[in-house]
């Protein structure tokens, strides 16, 4: 018999959460297709599918089906979302499982129908949709059905989404596509535009894990990491050393968008629910929250508390799943503010 699950289908990690096991996979939203006499085969998906990126030579293709938190490539995703849904279910593939898939705030229904028919076509039994605001809130433990204002900054690999909930519904929300991947694609920009040097996605990833930041430190350079790559010039690989006040400074304008984004909800909140905002803060979730210095940046902004969730990286997946595991209860609570369909 198989176990029904959530799924947080992100631009950058899939994560599967399954009722009664908390989170049982947590792997990159990538596959590697292989071209052989015309047919397409999958060769890897996931983390052996991430170490091929920039790495394959013309007949493989290492692909990420999400792109900006939806579905780019529709084919892919779904051999992608099978293959995920089979190692969980592991001997049990056979069988149905009832799923629920985060989708982002305003999805358009092609988008939504996308995910649906990819996850069916996956052999899912039924599938549900819940907006990812929704699911970062309760995964971040919000109490989101109550009658006061909470506010949720999801910053995702593709979308950043920022709402103000209340009573089991979102107030008003604001999707920007300024995300993980917007991060790591200003320090690629930079390390072409002021060190000619051409790194690749992963290399990016790393620098913005290890050196990133949204403002500069309040003294010296900061955090300092070799980076390696091509020269621009030269045609050669070439190592330099880059610092954490020069990576903030080519951060400035994506963090500038997200800080923008929470300014627009703000400046949309009921007299009410701005109070209660003003007592709670603003809780940050999503892998991007974990940027150095970005509750900081927010703070000061605007002038509220700031806090990151306990584990940001799995809120979405954490409140799918509490969702999934009192679906009849929460059909009923949260009617269609959850997507439900």
């Given at each position: 018999?198989?176990?029904?699950?959530?799924?947080?289908?992100?631009?950058?990690?899939?994560?599967?959460?399954?009722?009664?096991?908390?989170?049982?996979?947590?792997?990159?939203?990538?596959?590697?297709?292989?071209?052989?006499?015309?047919?397409?085969?999958?060769?890897?998906?996931?983390?052996?599918?991430?170490?091929?990126?920039?790495?394959?030579?013309?007949?493989?293709?290492?692909?990420?089906?999400?792109?900006?938190?939806?579905?780019?490539?529709?084919?892919?995703?779904?051999?992608?979302?099978?293959?995920?849904?089979?190692?969980?279910?592991?001997?049990?593939?056979?069988?149905?499982?009832?799923?629920?898939?985060?989708?982002?705030?305003?999805?358009?229904?092609?988008?939504?129908?996308?995910?649906?028919?990819?996850?069916?076509?996956?052999?899912?039994?039924?599938?549900?949709?819940?907006?990812?605001?929704?699911?970062?809130a309760i995964g971040a433990e919000l109490p989101v059905t109550e009658p006061t204002g909470s506010m949720i900054v999801d910053i995702g690999g593709g979308t950043t989404e920022v709402a103000m909930l209340a009573l089991g519904g979102i107030v008003h929300a604001c999707t920007v596509r300024v995300a993980g991947d917007a991060l790591d694609a200003a320090i690629i920009a930079y390390l072409r535009r002021a060190h000619n040097l051409l790194v690749g996605e992963a290399t990016a990833e790393q620098v913005k894990k290890e050196v990133g930041s949204a403002?500069?430190?309040?003294?010296?350079?900061?955090?300092?990491?070799?980076?390696?790559?091509?020269?621009?010039?030269?045609?050669?690989?070439?190592?330099?050393?880059?610092?954490?006040?020069?990576?903030?400074?080519?951060?400035?304008?994506?963090?500038?968008?997200?800080?923008?984004?929470?300014?627009?909800?703000?400046?949309?909140?009921?007299?009410?629910?701005?109070?209660?905002?003003?007592?709670?803060?603003?809780?940050?979730?999503?892998?991007?929250?974990?940027?150095?210095?970005?509750?900081?940046?927010?703070?000061?902004?605007?002038?509220?508390?700031?806090?990151?969730?306990?584990?940001?990286?799995?809120?979405?997946?954490?409140?799918?799943?509490?969702?999934?595991?009192?679906?009849?209860?929460?059909?009923?609570?949260?009617?269609?503010?959850?997507?439900?369909?």
């Open positions: 018999m198989s176990k029904d699950m959530a799924i947080d289908l992100g631009t950058a990690n899939t994560l599967v959460y399954m009722k009664g096991s908390g989170i049982v996979l947590d792997e990159p939203s990538v596959i590697a297709v292989g071209e052989f006499r015309g047919r397409r085969q999958v060769l890897a998906v996931g983390e052996e599918a991430k170490k091929m990126l920039g790495r394959t030579p013309g007949s493989i293709h290492a692909i990420r089906p999400m792109k900006e938190g939806v579905i780019a490539d529709f084919d892919v995703a779904e051999e992608m979302i099978k293959y995920f849904i089979r190692k969980v279910n592991g001997r049990r593939g056979l069988s149905r499982p009832q799923i629920i898939i985060s989708i982002p705030f305003g999805a358009t229904a092609v988008e939504r129908r996308a995910i649906r028919d990819a996850a069916y076509a996956a052999g899912a039994k039924r599938v549900y949709l819940i907006e990812e605001p929704m699911a970062a403002c500069a430190p309040a003294q010296g350079e900061g955090r300092v990491m070799e980076v390696r790559g091509r020269d621009l010039v030269k045609g050669i690989p070439r190592e330099t050393a880059i610092t954490e006040s020069a990576i903030a400074k080519a951060l400035n304008d994506p963090v500038d968008a997200i800080v923008e984004a929470v300014k627009q909800v703000l400046e949309q909140a009921p007299p009410e629910l701005a109070a209660d905002i003003v007592d709670r803060g603003l809780v940050l979730a999503g892998g991007g929250a974990q940027l150095t210095r970005l509750d900081k940046v927010l703070r000061d902004a605007t002038g509220l508390p700031v806090v990151v969730a306990e584990n940001p990286l799995t809120c979405v997946a954490v409140g799918a799943g509490k969702a999934l595991s009192e679906l009849r209860r929460a059909k009923k609570a949260w009617r269609d503010q959850l997507a439900f369909s």
